[in-house]
């Protein structure tokens, strides 16, 4: 917020006579139609600071965890913005949508615009939506919950970070939380959750893809370091590996001297570096996908329908992910629910 639009008018609104309040209204909604009134008739502009809490307090004869209530009330409906450390400023003149969301993601490709448009769909005409990116960094998340914490009804969030996040989600409360694809576990109090289960999805998957998988020696799992959720995955590998006693080993990277004909391969990397490699090294070798070494690739898009006759996909469905958060908002509810994976079965296997 630009500091030479701020002005310090405390004093002067303060003593601007009070619009007439209902006494039936809950006092902390009396603090709101003070402060709305201010900015109806212009004694308070876009960008100026409000009285300060002190002020409010003896103006309308209210204690200050009323005077507090009222302020969060303003903030999550987007009427005025706390900054850190400084105080409440006017952000806009009305609010009529009943939600604001501050919506966190990772990152934005393909499959996390599904997610935003979706729940975008579901939810518009009812709220004000703002979104942000850590980036897979933990202090920029951090920052981007400490920093809006007062001025938004719901955080919609998305982690895969390495640091306590915990401790940082823990801060939001819970009524206001939902996670979205990474089940974070140990936060307190009843919070929604639309998760992919990295464990059980790879292990059904594979278990029905069996028929298909007998043809190949070997399954080879490609699990970049970088992976936050490959634990999971590779657990699941294994357990269904051991299941089936299936010959299998786990790469981090397609290296060439490790890739035989014969092979399946799973990946799931960031951005599907991995599929490329394995594809190249077929058309180096000569080799025909689905018929000498198979390709199964984490997370569906419109390229892998139509690369090299189609790519074999495990893939979750990222628009109910998105419609479910926005439904958990409309109707007040908090939801865990598992996101099942589903498989889309190809040419590459």
């Known amino acids: 917020m630009p500091q030479n639009s701020k002005s310090k008018i405390e004093k002067q609104s303060i003593e ?13 909604l009396q603090l709101a139609e003070y402060i709305n009134h201010l900015i109806e008739i212009d004694e308070l502009k876009i960008n100026d600071r409000l009285p300060s809490l002190n002020q409010l307090i003896e103006k309308l004869k209210i204690s200050k965890e009323t005077a507090l209530k009222g302020l969060s009330h303003l903030s999550e409906k987007g009427i005025i913005e706390a900054e850190y450390r400084k105080g409440y400023y006017v952000k806009k003149k009305a609010q009529y949508q009943p939600y604001r969301i501050c ?9 996390r615009d599904r997610v935003y448009q979706s729940f975008l769909e579901k939810i518009k005409g009812q709220a ?38 915990t401790e940082v989600l823990n801060r939001i ?13 140990n936060l307190t109090g009843d919070y929604t959750c639309i998760y992919q289960d990295y464990k059980t999805d790879i292990q059904e998957s594979l278990t029905e893809l069996l028929p298909q998988l007998e043809k190949y020696s070997r399954l080879v799992l490609i699990a970049p370091l970088e992976a936050f959720h ?6 699941g590998f294994e357990t269904f590996c051991k299941l089936t006693r299936k010959k299998h080993i ?28 394995i594809i190249k ?69």
């Open 103 to 111: 919506l966190i993601l990772d990152k934005m490709n393909v499959l």
């Open 16 to 28: 601007t006579d009070s619009p007439p309040v209902s006494t039936h209204r809950m006092k902390y």
């Open 230 to 235: 490959a634990k999971e995955v590779i657990n």
């Open 281 to 349: 090294l077929a058309r180096k070798n000569q080799w025909t996908l689905g018929k000498d070494i198979g390709l199964i690739s984490y997370n569906d898009t419109a390229v892998k329908e139509i690369l090299e006759n189609g790519i074999t996909v495990i893939s979750t469905d990222f628009n109910k992910m998105g419609e479910e958060a926005a439904k958990a908002i409309l109707t007040g509810t908090t939801v865990a629910m598992r996101d099942p994976a589903k498989v889309i079965l190809r040419n590459s296997l």
């Open 128 to 165: 004000d939506v703002d979104v942000y990116f850590h980036h897979h960094n933990f202090k920029v998340f951090e920052k981007l919950v400490d920093e809006n914490l007062p001025n938004y009804t719901h955080f919609v969030i998305t982690t895969f970070l390495q640091g306590n996040t």
């Open 173 to 185: 409360p819970s009524q206001k939380r939902i996670i979205l694809d990474y089940e974070e576990k």
């Open 250 to 277: 786990i790469y981090n990277t397609v290296d060439e001297p490790n890739c035989k004909n014969g092979d399946a391969y799973i990946t799931f990397s960031r951005y599907d570096q991995d599929d490329i490699s």
